[in-house]
């Protein structure tokens, strides 16, 4: 069955009307992979009809980043939606989201401003003002959201819990490719040469992870030796954190219980995340 394809609020209002039971909502920004259909498949699990998000939002991109050039492949992703058998996707435009410029938007907090949220000021404020704005627009039961972007969906929590928005927020486990790279819109970005480099992010998660027995220190020491290596590669990995932190609140993990292990680094112009879930033994 074709998805209902709508681009309006009526449209949407409308198609929203004729949804029989529960509705999962999947927000995305376009440029389908294996990782956003996982979603799509553990929403067909939890609800009775799926809905997807096609936008990629302005307010969420700083100066100097990749807003132009994101990929935007709206007829591929037509296709894979109607293959998961996703019944609804709304993909506004510009206008539609931002009819004139905003006045009212959320502000994260100190939690958007550490970690993903010091190497792109105002990311997570842009992102959950959309996120927020989707919400109300699809008023979805359940509403599915990414491991992989493990600070995006802590935030979004808390963002549910703070506003006492009604939805249930559930996170997707990370889609990886064979060699540990996890999947990104942005890898389509990486020449071959790149993607050999960016390989050292989950490559240091994985050595992180394999100390997490050992403690905090150990997880960082043995990520860090992967990762200094990448640095002086060709093309080089210039990091922007390696960070052991809380899964809720993104504050500093020292001792042992449960953490997740993030990274970014740039490699070329590309920008990439990846994060892994660790239960940190005691340091000794
Ligand atoms: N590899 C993955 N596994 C599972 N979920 C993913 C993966 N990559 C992205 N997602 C999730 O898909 C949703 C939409 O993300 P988005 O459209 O930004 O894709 P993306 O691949 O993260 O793109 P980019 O990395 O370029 O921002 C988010 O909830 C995100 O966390
Ligand atoms: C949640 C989201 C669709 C909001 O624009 C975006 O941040 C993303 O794709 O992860
Ligand atoms: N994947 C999170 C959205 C962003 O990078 O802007």
Redesign the pocket.
Known sequence: MKPVIVRTREELAAARARVEGTLAFV???GALHEGHLSLMRQARRNADAVAVSI?V?PL?FGPGEDFDRYPRTFDADAEACAREGVGLIFAPSREVMYPDEPQVTLKSGPMGEVVEGAARPGHFDG?LT??LKLLNLVRPDVAI?GEK?AQ?LAMIRRMVADLNVPVRVLGGRTVREPDGLALSSRNRYLSQAERGTALALSRALQAGADAAAEGPGAVLGAASAVLDKAASADPPLVLDYLVLVDPATFTPVVSGGEAVLAVAGRVGSTHLIDNVHLQLGKEH
């Open positions: 927000p995305t920004m936008f939002n969420q992102m959309v996120v959201f972007d995006q």
